[in-house]
């Protein structure tokens, strides 16, 4: 064990993939005080510095000490360590109060990204006193880690573009996903995971676990229900959604079951075109989702009708059942060639609590891999606002890019007309574009165009198969429109008024790309 000294904003970890992975345990005294995992490496041996937080540390004025231990690796296995070995590692660690972060070439420049490590599902998202609170599954040791190895991250947000990470809120690793709200009796904000109840008394900036409250099951879902008076919780049960009601978070009686869904519940009411009785909508972890009734104990969905063209779904591999229980067309890539998870993993989607008027904002986890050498790994997806509209479907979830990216608009738009090429040098831009049934437009390494015998929307991208997204035009219909929000990494697009969403990878190095349209096609391209 080396004492580090009193600590300071940072602690840097060299780290390389070619080394073992380690525990790096914190102590203040004989308290330990944090530990993360990390392929702990010696300075001249780096591929990058891991960075962990240290502020709250610094702010009690603690002095920490480091070591090191063995722990098993992400492929099974322990690394084993000679006492020598040891002292040599727990001498690597090294407190800073400033750092270069997000300054990697192929750093996304919209969507979110940790600054070191790897991110996944989206967490209980929460707006408290005008701050957007982002929660998410983080590994900050290891940039190519399993959720096994997770604590839940923390980002804060004014304006839902520019987000600042700051201390995790559970550093447990294990900690799996789970949901946030507000407790109906005194007003405190509130995290719900499988072990139990988290709750806080700075505004969601910190959570201490309350052992009063029971466990509450894998990945639940919370929210008080107003029409029945009660709290509601959906869990995982065995390829299941389990559901539960209580008064008081601590007595639950159970009220349903429901087979063939798959991770990470999502639950809200909208109105169909803002108008009439709520509609519940459940959302599954692979973003297919169902509309029904809900009596404040039962979700009943809407009957299914096989015949609509939207009818196929790309769900989870384990959720066979899901194929036939719902028919919702969830925006995945949907093509012969390929299956929808592969052409991009989007997950785990969540709506934020506390939203006042009945807005309904959700962010998600989008899985981009990473290029070699980089220090963190996945992104999130921007804020979509969703709503409830009579579509070319029927009633359809249509989900939009949230109006507040606009704070991230950097100069005037600028116009490509009809058989035009332009070139553009932006690490990210808002895009939006029209092209008549016989037309098309290429954007970097997409091109949009419309199959007539399919009735879909035809995506041609390089280096892959293309692509048909299932799309009847409409009678008085002359033009397919649709917005890409285009990252590094990523491309979301949202076709129409939203009721096709389709996220896909990206090139990371290309931030300079061409926007070429046919005759009756237009774009406009907005800096970010």
């Known amino acids: 064990m080396r ?24 102590k203040h005294g004989d308290t330990l005080v944090d530990a993360v995992y990390a392929r702990l490496c010696p300075p001249e041996e780096q591929d990058y510095a891991e960075v962990i937080r240290t502020q709250s540390f610094a702010d009690k004025g603690l002095t920490l000490s480091v070591s090191v231990e063995s722990c098993p690796d992400t492929e099974g296995g322990v690394s084993v360590l000679t006492p020598s070995e040891y002292s040599r590692l727990e001498s690597c660690p090294a407190f800073a109060d400033e750092i270069d972060a997000y300054d990697e070439p192929c750093r996304p420049w919209v969507h979110f990204s940790s600054v070191r490590g790897w ?27 399993t959720w096994k190895l997770c604590t839940w991250g923390h980002a804060v947000s004014k304006d839902l573009f520019h987000w600042t990470e700051v201390e995790p809120v559970i550093r447990a690793p294990g900690a799996a996903s789970g949901c946030s709200f507000i407790r109906r ?15 806080s008394a700075d505004g969601c900036m910190t959570f201490q676990r309350n052992e009063q409250y029971p466990s509450f099951g894998g990945d639940p879902k919370i929210f008080w229900d107003d029409s029945a008076g009660h709290y509601v919780r959906i869990c995982l049960g065995s390829r299941s959604y389990e559901w ?12 349903d079951s429901m087979y063939g869904l798959h991770e990470c519940p999502d639950f809200f ?30 979700f009943t969905p809407d009957p299914i009708d096989p015949n609509r063209v939207d009818h196929w779904v790309a769900t989870h591999p384990t959720s066979e059942e899901m194929h036939q229980y719902c028919d919702r067309y969830n925006g995945h890539a949907a093509n012969e060639a390929k299956d929808g998870w592969g052409r991009f993993f989007a ?30 790994a996945q992104c999130q997806s921007i804020p979509q606002d969703v709503t409830l509209k009579t579509t070319r479907f029927g009633p359809r979830l249509c989900q939009l890019p949230a109006p507040e990216l606009a704070a991230g608009h950097t100069g005037d738009p600028v116009s490509v007309g009809s058989n035009q090429t332009v070139s553009f040098t932006l690490p990210a831009a808002d ?3 029209r092209f008549a049934p016989d037309a098309a437009v290429q954007v970097g390494e997409f091109r949009f165009a419309y199959s007539r015998e399919r009735s879909a929307i035809r995506i041609s991208q390089t280096g892959e198969p293309d692509c048909f997204l299932p799309y009847p035009l409409l009678p008085d219909e002359s033009a397919v429109s649709f917005r890409m929000i285009r990252d590094r990494g990523s491309a979301e697009i949202f076709f129409g008024i939203g009721e096709v969403y389709a996220p896909f990878h990206a090139a990371w190095d290309a931030d300079t790309f061409t926007v070429q349209t046919s005759a009756d096609a237009s774009a406009r391209v907005t800096a970010f």
């Open 3 to 26: 004492i580090l000294g009193p600590a300071k904003r940072f602690l840097l970890l060299p780290v390389s993939e070619k080394a073992g992975l380690v525990r790096v345990n914190l």
């Open 119 to 145: 991110i996944n599902d989206t967490n209980g998202p929460i707006l408290i006193d005008g701050l957007y609170h982002l929660f998410y599954q983080q590994q900050a040791g290891d940039p190519h880690a």
């Open 185 to 199: 009796s005194d007003g405190v904000p509130c995290i719900g995971v499988s072990h139990g109840l988290y709750e």
């Open 244 to 255: 539960y009601v209580s008064p008081d978070l601590i007595h639950w009686e159970h009220t």
């Open 269 to 298: 009411r909208l109105k169909l075109d803002g108008a009439g009785a709520d509609v519940g909508v459940l959302i599954c972890g692979d973003t297919s989702y169902l509309l029904g009734s809900f009596d404040g104990k039962k």
């Open 347 to 376: 997950y785990a989607y969540q709506s934020f609590s506390n939203l006042p008027d009945g807005r309904v904002l959700r962010m998600g986890w989008l899985a981009a891999s990473t290029p070699d050498g980089t220090s963190f």
């Open 431 to 433: 895009i939006e574009a």
